[in-house]
């Protein structure tokens, strides 16, 4: 009997302590339902309560093309040799690179309006050699004839052969939409990688574009498009030239770090086109990421300069970018 007494009181204390370690377990069940011991959770919630703060910086691009006093390219410089400022205060390079591999993308945009009838021919010689020397298979093309109306003649391709056919279907127009297909070729560049070109030939008037200046200038700033202008005069000095096109010409030139030549003859076309294929093979990337901005204006201005080396040399590039698009 004293036996199953004994062995009834043990059975009893299993049990319950069965019921006391089970009430304890749904006890920290309601306190923290996944197992978290209370501590812990607490420590999370004062952690997820913390607000996260991201922010997204964008590596800022800029192309710099550099000549000496002569306005041979210079092609040896090294990253310590450039200082880049972004409203005048110092930025870190974070990108160098000094014959840039990175694809090509050129909008070849060509005047076929009645006032270059004459001309013709010859530009769109010069714009075929230009196309067999600057092309790589990493790089595009794409060619435009602007009169009235602007058209696509052909779309990005590194194929010689439809460049070519492109060329041979521009036929002369009446007028000349200049601001619309600078506007046109900075949207189709906007979408590319690597750099980003438009070479356009024309006399430099504008007649029937629906684009303004500000906005063609605005449209090639935010896809990082340099432009290069080729103005073709019979006589550079003329008097009785309407010299207002030419003057919007150098303006967006400048601003987008590109250049502007003046082609009175075939053989200074030749030369407007030889120059730009060389300064292409020839600039140098410099790379940032912006540090803390003060000023709230939309518009950063940028500025490079050449430092330990030669004195004298220029440096060429982009006046600044958008922090926003427009609409």
Avoid: C
């Avoid at 196309?131 to 602007?150: G, N």
């Avoid at 906007?190 to 605005?218: C, M, N, P, W």
Wanted: charged residues 25%; glycine residues 6%.
């Amino acid at each position: 009997m004293r036996s199953w007494s004994i062995l009834l009181a043990l059975l009893f204390a299993v049990a319950a302590f069965g019921q006391q370690t089970s009430g304890q377990a749904a006890s920290q069940s309601q306190t923290s339902p996944f197992g978290t011991p209370p501590r812990q959770q607490q420590q999370q919630q004062t952690a997820d309560d913390v607000p996260t703060i991201k922010v997204n910086v964008k590596l800022v691009n800029v192309f710099v093309s550099v000549q000496d006093p002569n306005g041979a390219p210079v092609a040896s410089l090294k990253k310590d040799n450039f200082e880049v400022f972004e409203d005048g205060r110092p930025q870190k390079i974070a990108v160098f690179d000094r014959e840039s591999q990175l694809p090509l993308s050129i909008v070849l945009a060509v005047d076929a309006s009645l006032s270059t009838k004459k001309d013709l021919p010859l530009e769109l010689q010069a714009a075929r050699r230009f196309a067999r020397s600057i092309l790589r298979p990493v790089d595009a093309i794409s060619f435009y004839q602007f009169t009235e109306q602007v058209d696509e003649l052909v779309p990005f391709t590194s194929d010689l052969r439809r460049i070519d056919k492109g060329i041979d279907r521009v036929r002369v127009g009446a007028a000349t939409a200049l601001y619309d297909a600078l506007y046109l070729g900075a949207q189709a560049l906007e979408k590319r990688q690597g750099r980003k070109v438009i070479v356009v030939i024309t006399d430099g008037g504008d007649t029937v574009s629906t684009t303004t200046f500000h906005e063609a200038l605005r449209a090639a700033e935010e896809a990082e498009a340099i432009v290069y202008s080729i103005i073709v005069v019979p006589i550079e000095n003329d008097a009785g030239r309407d010299v207002g096109g030419e003057h919007a010409l150098i303006e967006l030139s400048r601003q987008t770090g590109g250049k502007y030549y003046y082609a009175a003859s075939n053989d200074s076309l030749e030369k407007a086109f030889e120059q730009i294929s060389t300064e292409l093979r020839t600039q140098y990337l410099l790379a940032y990421y912006p540090s803390q901005r003060l000023a709230d204006s939309d518009f950063r201005k940028i500025d490079v300069k050449i430092v330990g080396t030669e004195p004298d040399l220029k440096a060429r590039h982009r006046a600044g970018y958008y922090t926003s698009k427009s609409q």
